[in-house]
């Protein structure tokens, strides 16, 4: 059964960074890709970035773009996102999913249980 577990988030100030984990089990990956998608508190749940598993090639947001990089561990099985100049409107809970390379979290099967990102001004 695959299984996807967040971990890193926390406060930091504006300006700051974070690296968020994604480990993965429980399956072959292959074939699929990460993703990394970000809910505000009472907002739609929106896409940051993909990493495709065997070709790493990466696929950002436009408020992604220059600023977080998404990364593979091959060895741990675990997924990154690096957050930096981080900004207030970043703030939410940061989900891993497994699925297709892809933007629309609906292409995306399975999903972590999130981590909270908070960003101070």
């Known amino acids: 059964q695959v299984q996807l577990v967040e971990s890193g988030g926390g406060l930091v100030q504006a300006g700051g960074s974070l690296r968020l984990s994604c480990a993965a089990s429980?399956?072959?990956?292959?074939?699929?890709?990460v993703g990394w998608f970000r809910q505000a508190p009472g907002k739609d749940r929106d896409f940051v970035g993909t990493i495709s598993w065997v070709s790493r090639r990466t696929y950002y947001a436009d408020s992604a773009k220059g600023r977080f990089t998404i990364s593979r561990d091959n060895a741990e099985n675990t997924v990154y996102l690096q957050m930096n100049s981080l900004k207030p409107e970043d703030t939410g809970v940061y989900y891993c999913?497994?699925?297709?390379?892809?933007?629309?979290?609906?292409?995306?099967?399975?999903w972590g249980q999130g981590t909270q990102v908070t960003v101070s001004s």
């Open positions: 429980g399956g072959t990956f292959s074939g699929y890709a």
């Open positions: 999913a497994l699925g297709g390379r892809s933007s629309n979290l609906n292409d995306y099967n399975y």
